[in-house]
T-cell receptor, first 111, second 111 residues
Framework: QKEVEQNSGPLSVPEGAIASLNCTYSDRGSQSFFWYRQYSGKSPELIMFIYSNGDKEDGRFTAQLNKASQYVSLLIRDSQPSDSATYLCAFYGGSQGNLIFGKGTKLSVKP | DGGITQSPKYLFRKEGQNVTLSCEQNLNHDAMYWYRQDPGQGLRLIYYSQIVNDFQKGDIAEGYSVSREKKESFPLTVTSAQKNPTAFYLC??????????FGSGTQLSVL
């Protein structure tokens, strides 16, 4: 059974701090990893994807991938209250239509 | 504007009743998906379709049915065989199998 593990939180950080969200996955063959942001009552929105070991930066977001440890993380610098949401980690399971999602980590950024 | 439209936003089902959730996209994407999300849970795949007139079961297809008669449309029927239908239902589409764009969702509840 292919799985994604995330700490459900809530993770609370003060405004301006760095928020660190973590995810582990079970499938060593996975090549593609994704972070989706979901506001309460809304649909998920893709914010980052990463395919290679190392870091990928996009604005205030940095995705980090370590395939040897089967670990992917998302760092949010200069956190804002508008970043308060649930962040879903996902990886591509390798078969058609098989994007495997974690249960999500709820982030709260306090002003 | 291109996007994915789900309707209705809220839907109520009586016991023994079949209900149909609508999903329409004008992004010209070949692939479409239906996910179910329960509170505090990740997304679980119900059905997906890569091309018109073809679709495959996901992880939790029992009690659901779909059709794909047009590229733009992928309706989901929740049948009376689905004994626990209360959930948030999300339709998605993609050009590549990995990067999903989601509709705004339908909240289904049982009367």
């Amino acid at each position: 059974q292919k799985e994604v593990e995330q700490n459900s939180g809530p993770l609370s950080v003060p405004e301006g701090a760095i928020a660190s969200l973590n995810c582990t996955y079970s499938d060593r063959g996975s090549q593609s990893f994704f972070w989706y942001r979901q506001y309460s009552g809304k649909s998920p929105e893709l914010i980052m994807f990463i395919y290679s070991n190392g870091d990928k930066e996009d604005g205030r977001f940095t995705a980090q991938l370590n395939k040897a440890s089967q670990y992917v993380s998302l760092l949010i610098r200069d956190s804002q209250p508008s970043d308060s949401a649930t962040y879903l980690c996902a990886f591509y399971g390798g078969s058609q239509g098989n994007l495997i999602f974690g249960k999500g980590t709820k982030l709260s950024v306090k002003p | 504007d291109g996007g994915i439209t789900q309707s209705p936003k809220y839907l109520f089902r009586k016991e023994g009743q079949n209900v149909t959730l609508s999903c329409e996209q004008n992004l010209n994407h070949d692939a479409m998906y239906w996910y179910r999300q329960d509170p505090g849970q990740g997304l679980r795949l119900i059905y997906y379709s890569q091309i018109v007139n073809d679709f495959q079961k996901g992880d939790i297809a029992e009690g659901y049915s779909v059709s794909r008669e047009k590229k733009e449309s992928f309706p989901l029927t929740v049948t009376s065989a689905q004994k626990n239908p209360t959930a948030f239902y999300l339709c998605a589409s993609s050009r590549t199998v990995e990067k999903l764009f989601f509709g705004s969702g339908t909240q289904l509840s049982v009367l």
